[in-house]
């Protein structure tokens, strides 16, 4: 069996991708999202 451990996205509304992973391919969510800057990253 495999399993999708972790998945990174850029979406343009957040609250309907999730809704989008969880009705389409019962993905479920685990973790809060969060955002961050690349800008700022070092």
């Known amino acids: ?3 999708i451990i972790h998945i ?3 979406v343009p ?3 309907a991708a999730i809704k ?3 009705q389409v391919l019962g993905f ?3 973790a809060v999202p969060f955002s ?3 800008g700022e990253e070092k």
């Open 13 to 15: 509304d957040l609250d």
């Open 8 to 10: 990174g996205l850029a």
């Open 1 to 3: 069996m495999t399993a």
């Open 36 to 38: 961050f800057d690349a």
């Open 28 to 30: 479920r969510l685990l």
């Open 20 to 22: 989008w992973y969880e």
